[in-house]
T-cell receptor
Framework: DADVTQTPRNRITKTGKRIMLECSQT?????MYWYRQDPGLGLRLIYY???????NKGEISDGYSVSRQAQAKFSLSLESAIPNQTALYFC????????????FGPGTRLTVL | EDQVTQSPEALRLQEGESSSLNCSYTVSGLRGLFWYRQDPGKGPEFLFTLYSAGEEKEKERLKATLTKKESFLHITAPKPEDSATYLCAVQAGSNYQLIWGAGTKLIIKP
């Protein structure tokens, strides 16, 4: 079984709809991240969480919100989707101490029409 | 401003033709440099971490090296299954965030 899972894997929605992307992990890591990936650009950080009570904005948080329901679950919401939010979205986790490797989920391909 | 630049954007090689991918960076307080492999439609898969200039790491046909300004991912006698996008990221600062390059798309032709 995968250590980091994301649902749904693909989603097509319309402008103005509310969308939630979910991430679960079995690695026991404290830190969780949401990134988006666009063609020709590096991964960009949307939000990150060091634990259930510690949530922080990344470089592109406008238009997004998150919820850390438990150590293992971190959800990303688009309150009112717009076409330029069409992208690949990745969840990642890492240990909470010092330098550490981030491990990624399989991604969600989101299309906003 | 912290920045990571990867070159070339794309590289096409014949099977068995060795080459190198470059990752140059300008950050203050480097804590680590990471290489990942990403296959189409999948999440990045961790390959290596390098922490200090002069460090080298190897895995099968891949070898990563680090200087104070850049890292190279050397691929020796590549096979078609090495085709993927290779991502470089630098960890810096007090919150250990990663700064990502845009990636190099590597295509190995049989």
């Amino acid at each position: 079984d995968a250590d980091v899972t994301q649902t749904p894997r693909n989603r097509i929605t319309k402008t103005g709809k509310r969308i939630m992307l979910e991430c679960s992990q079995t690695k026991g890591h404290d830190r969780m991240y949401w990134y988006r990936q666009d063609p020709g650009l590096g991964l960009r950080l949307i939000y990150y969480s060091f634990d259930v009570k510690d949530i922080n904005k990344g470089e592109i948080s406008d238009g997004y919100s998150v919820s850390r329901q438990a150590q293992a679950k971190f959800s990303l919401s688009l309150e009112s989707a717009i076409p330029n939010q069409t992208a690949l979205y990745f969840c990642a986790t890492r240990t909470g101490t010092g330098e550490g490797t981030q491990y990624f989920g399989p991604g969600t391909r989101l299309t906003v029409l | 401003e912290d920045q990571v630049t990867q070159s070339p954007e794309a590289l096409r090689l014949q099977e068995g033709e060795s080459s190198s991918l470059n990752c140059s960076y300008t950050v203050s307080g480097l804590r680590g440099l990471f290489w990942y492999r990403q296959d189409p439609g999948k999440g990045p898969e961790f390959l290596f971490t390098l922490y200090s200039a002069g460090e080298e790491k190897e895995k099968e046909r891949l070898k990563a090296t680090l200087t104070k300004k850049e890292s190279f991912l050397h691929i020796t006698a590549p096979k078609p299954e090495d085709s993927a996008t290779y991502l470089c990221a630098v960890q810096a600062g007090s919150n250990y965030q990663l700064i990502w390059g845009a990636g190099t798309k590597l295509i190995i032709k049989p």
